[in-house]
């Protein structure tokens, strides 16, 4: 059974970091994309980024781009989001998600709702950017 667990939350001020990891417990690590999505209070759930597993290659949401980070680690199986220079707005619980395909539609739609639901999602972690 495929399990995402994520860590890494906190509180922080703006102009902050904070880097957070998804623990994936998938196989093989390169048959899947894995995304990080956040949800704000009242708001629908949005895409912030993606990364192949086979080859690493990247998409972002316009809205974090620059400022935040995707990465894998495949021998440790761990998704990580690195957030820099960290805002107000990026305020919201970060869910890691997955996907078992070469091809996931939802990462060319970041920034937006949820239209193409990934295979499985992580508990999600809150981040919370306030002075």
């Known amino acids: 059974q495929v399990q995402l667990v994520e860590s890494g939350g906190g509180s922080v001020q703006p102009g902050g970091s904070l880097i957070l990891s998804c623990a994936a417990s998938?196989?093989?690590?390169?048959?899947?994309?894995f995304g990080w999505f956040r949800q704000a209070p009242g708001k629908e759930r949005e895409g912030v980024a993606c990364?192949?597993?086979?080859?690493?290659?990247?998409n972002y949401a316009d809205s974090v781009k620059g400022r935040f980070t995707i990465s894998s680690d495949s021998a440790k199986k761990t998704v990580y989001l690195q957030m820099d220079n960290l805002k107000s707005e990026d305020t919201g619980v970060y869910f890691c998600?997955?996907?078992?395909?070469?091809?996931?539609?939802?990462?060319?739609?970041?920034?937006?709702?949820?239209?193409?639901?990934?295979?499985?999602w992580g508990q999600g972690v809150q981040v919370t950017v306030s002075s």
């Open positions: 998600a997955a996907d078992n395909s070469r091809v996931w539609p939802q990462c060319s739609r970041l920034g937006g709702p949820v239209v193409a639901p990934p295979d499985f």
């Open positions: 998938v196989s093989p690590f390169d048959y899947y994309i």
């Open positions: 990364i192949s597993g086979a080859d690493d290659s990247t």
